[in-house]
């Protein structure tokens, strides 16, 4: 049998996913596990899989089929930010963002540029993001698919994000 690149990379899934899942896992009946796993991997007989896997105090192995594996691309928040920061100093308002948001509350002005930001862009995870990273209290987070506003103290959603979440004073 050949190995090819994209067999060896299944086989190294396979086994880091297993590996991973099963880290603690304690096996009552090893001489099962192969059977439960093939009832498992059937729908016809899935069920009858978790009856046995409840009888035996066990969990079914569920084989991994890398060709069903979604892969999403990483997009960190400096990504966002970034973002944000490039539309900034294409409307003239400076890569400076701390100098919009210490402006006078009152005012509006932060307010204003991320209605600004969010009317031309429609970028909902970069506003969230520079939120976050500045601590802004006063700025209700959006809903990252929908852009209705969260009440104003709620914490960010995390659907798509991928960074830490910063508590609202």
């Known amino acids: 049998m050949e ?7 299944q086989l190294i899934m396979e086994e880091y996913v297993r590996s991973v899942g099963d880290e603690y896992r304690k096996i009552n009946r090893p001489e099962y596990t192969e059977k439960l796993a093939s009832l498992y991997q059937n729908p016809d007989t899935r ?19 890398s060709n069903e594996m979604e892969t999403k691309p990483y997009v960190s928040d400096n990504d966002r930010i970034r973002t944000f920061r490039k539309w900034m100093v294409s409307k003239g308002y400076g890569p400076q963002i701390r100098r919009i948001l210490q402006g006078p509350i009152w005012d509006g002005y932060a307010q204003r540029v991320f209605k600004e930001f969010l009317d031309e862009t429609r970028n909902y995870r970069a506003y969230n993001a520079v939120l976050a990273a500045y601590r802004v209290n006063y700025i209700p987070f959006l809903d990252e698919e929908t852009g209705a506003p969260l009440p104003l103290g709620s914490p960010r959603p995390f659907r798509g994000t991928n960074t830490y979440h910063y508590p609202r004073p």
Request: glycine fraction near 0%.
């Open 3 to 9: 190995l090819t690149k994209k067999k060896l990379e």
């Open 47 to 65: 069920e009858q899989a978790e009856i046995y896997a409840d009888e035996f105090d066990d969990k079914p192995e569920i084989a991994f089929d």
